[in-house]
């Protein structure tokens, strides 16, 4: 079993940067791989971003390349996800997920936290 939760979230104007954190608890965190994903109102939940155990490979979605950064650190079991130059549509509550395998797939993460809210204003 793995526990995760957020925190980090909250308003920011567009053009703004926030940092996300996902404290892990449990089994050893260095073990899976870790994803960030997020859902709009009225909308599917989206791929973000996902980094391998070892951090040696991550995975981001076209619309935050250049824009995010994932990173770990395995010491501290602590996923983050670096946010910047921030756009309304970036608004949703962020989650975080593991799994064994560095996937995009939702559905193949095992564990989630609760989610954390951003909200960018225009």
């Known amino acids: 079993q793995v526990q995760l939760v957020e925190s980090g979230g909250g308003l920011v104007q567009a053009g703004g940067s926030l940092r996300l954190s996902c404290a892990a608890s449990g089994r050893t965190f260095s073990a899976y791989a870790m994803g960030w994903f997020r859902q709009a109102p009225g909308r599917e939940r989206e791929f973000v971003a996902a980094?391998?155990?070892?951090?040696?490979?991550?995975l981001y979605a076209d619309s935050v390349k250049g824009r995010f950064t994932i990173s770990r650190d395995n010491a501290k079991n602590t996923l983050y996800l670096q946010m910047n130059s921030l756009k309304p549509e970036d608004t949703a509550v962020y989650s975080c997920a593991a799994d064994r395998i560095l996937t995009r797939r939702p559905e193949r993460y095992d564990y989630w936290g609760q989610g954390t809210q951003v909200t960018v204003s225009s």
């Open positions: 980094i391998s155990g070892s951090a040696s490979s991550s």
